[in-house]
């Protein structure tokens, strides 16, 4: 079955950086869109950051110059890089399959950006 395991969350300082993972398994990883969500206490999930099977990346403009994503074929794994972290951008983080209409969705990792 379709598995997605998000590792990389934990607290950080404001202009810190985390390194955020999501392990795949259970389908052709190499054959799917891949997406970053990520839902902020008492807010609604809101799209992050894509790539398409292709390697092409979008991004949310809130995250836009801050945060990278990107993915490894081989280790069927999806990567967010996130510099200059700011308070906002506190939330729990979903790794999801699919782009513009994800069919499955991690369990989600905290990230929370505090002094």
């Not at 202009?15 to 993972?21: D, I, K, P, Q």
């Not at 929370?112 to 002094?115: H, I, L, N, W």
């Given at each position: 079955q379709v598995q997605l395991v998000e590792s990389g969350g934990g607290l950080v300082q404001p202009?810190?950086?985390?390194?955020?993972?999501c392990a795949a398994?259970?389908?052709?990883?190499?054959?799917?869109?891949?997406?970053?969500?990520r839902q902020a206490p008492g807010g609604e999930r809101e799209w992050v950051a894509r790539i398409t099977l292709g390697g092409g990346t979008t991004y949310s403009d809130s995250v836009k110059g801050r945060f990278t994503i990107s993915r490894d074929n081989f280790k069927n794994t999806v990567f967010l890089q996130m510099n200059s972290l700011k308070?906002?951008?506190?939330a729990v983080y979903y790794c999801a399959r699919g782009g513009a209409a994800p069919t499955y969705w991690g369990q989600g990792t905290q990230v929370?950006?505090?002094?």
């Open positions: 202009g810190g950086s985390l390194r955020l993972s398994s259970g389908f052709t990883f190499r054959l799917y869109h891949m997406s970053w969500y308070p906002e951008d506190t929370t950006v505090s002094s």
